[in-house]
């Protein structure tokens, strides 16, 4: 399995960017897809999920302002990031769990928010 990740930048606050993530490989079921960030020395922290079904799921501290949608032929998912702060700046990695509970993540896409 492998997932790509694009669209992340430098961005100044109260901008916008979109990311993109999408997988390939042998895939027969994705039970989520979604993403966390991390900054360094800081635990991974669920951003926004979504589920084959279309459930979402966000972090407090971006409700309102990410939203995350995906395509579900295409295994790929999206997280449209408006009203950007700076303390959104982290490294933003996709990842995608199959039914079993088997995780994968992409390499991680850079987002720097400036002020």
């Known amino acids: 399995v492998q997932l790509v990740e694009s669209g992340g930048g430098l961005v100044q606050a109260g901008g916008s960017l979109r990311l993109s993530c999408e997988a390939s490989g042998i895939i027969f079921s994705i039970a989520a897809m979604g993403w966390y960030r991390q900054a360094p020395g800081n635990q991974r922290e669920l951003v926004a999920a979504v589920t084959r079904g279309g459930s979402t799921n966000y972090a407090d501290s971006v409700k309102g302002r990410f939203s995350i949608s995906r395509d579900n032929g295409e295994n790929t998912v999206y997280l449209q990031m408006n009203s950007l702060k700076p303390e959104d700046t982290d490294v933003y990695y996709c990842?995608?769990?199959?039914?079993?509970?088997?995780?994968?993540w992409g390499q991680g896409t850079q987002v720097t928010v400036s002020s």
């Open positions: 990842y995608v769990q199959g039914s079993s509970g088997s995780k994968w």
